[in-house]
């Protein structure tokens, strides 16, 4: 698709999101309800002790997968999935640049993960949440997120060059 | 008025809501490309800007249409989740999130939008950011203050930086034009072809196009809001301007607050000082601002109710109530005379009077009566709260 086009159908969801729901879109939110259930079942003692699952569980009284972002990106998966189906882009791969191998991929793909994870709850939201949705409504915090997001990679691009080109 | 969620879309329905939007976000992403992590970070070593051109286009189509939902009175920003401003936690969250994406290659809305597809790294990163959310969750306690720190609340990035609204969504749109075209020179030099950064196509003429006429019909056509007041402004005494307001006299007014008559709520304009001075029984303090807000606006919408406007003076009183009208609030009142009439020949009542015809001696009567016992009733009411607000800012981010 015409990345332009693509960029004004993903602007005016976004502007109908925040018009029929009164928030933007998001998606490490998701992780983080993902987290807390799994913690609260696994260790409760444990989650009952840190303010970060108890503060979350009193926000979700009907429990924690209980949350508009679980519902979005159950959403995305299925999207994506059926465009994915359309366009015959369905297979199982490891995608990698051409100058490393699988394993290192791997160990990218695993800790590049755990630090956007990290990053996003640090940061109150990833791309999606704090950067897009934050500049559509015109939040300084997610414009601030946005300009250090982009910056820092720009800034690390050039020591990880080798794992893309 | 927007947002509909919660009292016209209920909390249960949001989340079917939430599902068909994550369906259109998955579909969009998956079909501008943003499924594979070597064209993500494309941008970040200049052969492929996809994900500039969609993001970027994609802030500004929204800007502009949240701008203008606001400008033409169909959301309540203040019902609008506002991200929230932390200084330190958004600069170094952001930081670390920048090196995520050029080790991992996705953001955590890619990745979702990659492992649907059966990308493998896609679903390791989905699993590496469950470790990394894990890894905050534990190091909370002794992150506690840094990531609390700096709270600058729900701040607008214009209002932080001094500048209107419309100059900044300008500046914004002239950015982002010119971040295409740098970067599409950038690409066709790093992919080695020739550089045709002005070649014109369909699709982004037409988007410019309707973007500008967007923004300049913003410019020319007012606000809601300063149309409605402007709307409003030659009426300069009582009656004039030519707009009918449907008006109480002061005894009927008087009769209704004895008898504490349900089907009357006053709606008190006044300052503190004024409602301090004479508070009017079950008054609900409002200013001109409030008449455009959501929840406030239903208030005055209740059936079978009689909106009494009680402003500074009776002038005040019936500009407000035209403004009111013209948003549609047809169960409004003024009082004749306004709120210095009711104190002078109600509450102040000369007795010495002589009635002249036989109904002044029913009305004499009456307001005798009624200067007596209203002193007990106002004396038990006490100054106006604020309009009530049940509806919340609307809770959002990730």
């Known amino acids: 698709m015409n990345p332009y086009l693509a960029g004004v159908l993903l602007g005016l969801l976004l502007t109908l999101t925040v018009f029929i729901t009164g928030r933007g879109l998001g998606a490490s939110g ?3 309800s993902a987290n807390v259930a799994v913690v609260e079942t696994v260790a409760p003692a444990h989650a009952s002790a840190n303010s970060f699952y108890t503060d979350y569980q009193a926000e979700h009284p009907e429990g924690v997968l209980k949350n508009w972002l679980v519902f979005e990106v159950i959403g995305v998966l299925i999207g994506a999935f059926l465009s994915g189906l359309l366009s015959n882009r369905l297979s199982l791969k490891l995608e990698h640049g051409p100058r490393t191998v699988g394993n290192i991929r791997i160990a990218g793909a695993l800790l590049g993960g755990a630090l956007f994870g990290f990053g996003a709850q640090l940061g109150r939201g990833c791309t999606s949440g704090a950067a897009l949705s934050g ?3 015109l939040s300084t915090g997610g414009i601030i997120t946005m300009m250090a997001i982009f910056g820092g990679a720009y800034a690390f691009a050039y020591f990880f060059r080798k794992l893309w080109v | ?3 509909l969620v919660p009292d016209i879309i209920g909390p249960n329905l949001n989340y079917v809501v939430a599902l068909f939007i994550g369906i259109a976000f998955g579909w969009i992403l998956e079909q501008a490309g943003f499924s594979s992590s070597r064209k993500l970070v494309g941008l970040f070593y200049g052969y492929d800007f996809t994900v500039l051109r969609v993001f970027f286009t994609a802030g500004v189509v929204a800007m502009f249409g949240i701008v203008a939902l606001e400008h033409f009175g169909m959301i309540d920003i203040n019902l609008i989740f506002i991200n929230p401003s932390f200084l330190h936690s958004a600069l170094l969250g952001g930081v670390i999130m920048g090196l995520g994406f050029v080790i991992g290659g996705f953001c955590p809305g890619t990745s979702v939008c990659a492992a649907a597809i059966g990308r493998i790294d896609a679903m390791l990163f989905v699993g590496g950011s469950l470790l990394g959310v894990l890894l905050f969750a534990e190091m909370y306690p002794f992150m506690e203050t840094l990531y609390m720190a700096g709270d600058g609340g729900n701040a607008r990035v214009y209002e932080s930086i001094g500048m209107s609204k419309e100059l900044f969504v300008l500046l914004m749109t002239a950015f982002a034009m010119l971040a295409f075209l740098a970067t599409s020179i950038i690409e066709a030099r790093v992919r080695g072809e020739s550089i045709t950064p ?3 196509s369909r699709v982004p003429v037409v988007i410019a ?5 967007i923004a300049v019909s913003a410019y020319i056509l007012p606000s809601q809001k300063d149309s409605v007041f402007r709307s409003t402004a030659h009426i300069l005494s009582a009656g004039g301007g030519g707009v009918a307001i449907p008006t109480m006299t002061v005894d009927e007014f008087a009769f209704r607050l004895l008898d504490n008559d349900a089907r009357i709520q006053i709606i008190d304009f006044r300052d503190q000082e004024e409602m301090k001075r004479l508070p009017l029984p079950k008054a609900v303090s409002f200013t001109p601002d409030n008449l455009f807000e959501k929840e406030p606006k239903q208030l005055l919408s209740r059936r079978r109710i009689l909106n ?3 402003t500074v003076d009776e002038t005040t009183d019936h500009r407000l109530a035209a403004i009111a009208l013209r948003l549609g609030l047809e169960n409004v009142r003024v ?10 020949e109600i509450l102040e009542f000369d007795d010495s009077l002589v009635p002249q015809s036989r109904r002044e001696v029913d009305t004499f009567r009456f307001r005798s009566r009624a200067s007596k016992d209203l002193q007990s009733v106002i004396a038990s009411s006490t100054a106006a709260a604020p309009v009530r607000r049940t509806i919340q800012r609307a809770v959002g981010g990730c």
């Open chain 2, 308 to 310: 009494v406007f009680v």
């Open chain 1, 30 to 32: 998701a992780m983080k």
């Open chain 2, 198 to 200: 002005l070649r014109v």
């Open chain 2, 209 to 213: 196009l309707i973007g500008g006429f």
């Open chain 2, 335 to 344: 009082i004749n005379g306004g709120i210095q009439a009711f104190e002078s």
């Open chain 1, 135 to 137: 500049m559509a409504v």
């Open chain 2, 1 to 3: 008025m927007g947002p």
